[in-house]
């Protein structure tokens, strides 16, 4: 018995079966809706994050630690023209605050003109060399503390004082401070001493020096 047979070629004699349609160019309405909604998702991420980023760097900048850059060399040899220091605000205040600390503070009233610093810069940053209620005054280029003479190791060899310190009794809640360029410096010989409640925080890294980063402790 025969079986069925199969044909070795295709039959040409009937209508061609109609052809697949191409496929669109144009993504659908609801592709595109797709599409938009995940650019609008990214976008508002991408939104969050910079203003999380935003909020932590001026939680950090007001309450942590904040850069500075310097401006004159009235701290020289500590710092120097272009330096970049870090001031520690959340592990400062007045109460640990020691004398030899360098600390940054708003520009007293009395140096409205900025004779020795530079005249825009609305923070200067000085050493503190007498705390509330101690007495101080120069002898020769050496600062006399409650009578007795600083040693102060940060001051290269020979310094010259420059202009002199009268005796004189630091107030409550004030603070005496000066450059370590002493001879080119303006500080409370000039214009008094300063606030306590001036004074934004401890210097305690140089991280900029030379046109390049480094760190140093201060």
Request: glycine fraction near 10%; include cysteine; hydrophobic fraction near 40%.
């Amino acid at each position: 018995m025969s079986g069925p047979t199969v044909d070795a070629e295709p039959d040409l004699s009937g209508d061609a079966p109609p052809a697949a349609d191409a496929p669109s160019l144009d993504p659908s309405p609801s592709r595109r809706r797709r599409r938009t909604g995940r650019a609008r998702r990214l976008a508002i991420e991408w939104a969050a994050i910079l203003l999380a980023a935003a909020a932590l760097a001026l939680v950090l900048r007001t309450y942590v630690v904040q850069a500075f850059y310097v401006p004159s060399g009235s701290m020289e040899p500590t710092l120097q023209v272009g330096d970049r220091i870090l001031v520690d605000k959340i592990g400062f205040s007045l109460s640990t605050l020691r004398d030899g600390d360098v600390v940054v503070f708003a520009r007293p009233p009395g140096d409205v003109a900025g004779v020795c610093d530079d005249p825009t810069a609305a923070d200067l940053v000085k050493r503190v060399v007498a705390l509330p209620g101690q007495t101080i005054r120069s002898v020769g280029s050496s600062i006399v503390v409650d009578g007795v003479r600083q040693p102060e190791p940060y001051l290269p060899p020979g310094t010259v004082l420059g202009r002199r310190v009268p005796f004189q009794r630091v107030p409550p809640g004030r603070y005496y401070v000066m450059g370590d360029n002493r001879s080119q410096s303006c500080d409370s010989r000039y214009w008094g001493t300063i606030k306590g409640s001036t004074i934004v925080g401890r210097v305690f890294a140089v991280v900029w020096r030379h046109g390049r980063p480094t760190y140093r402790g201060v």
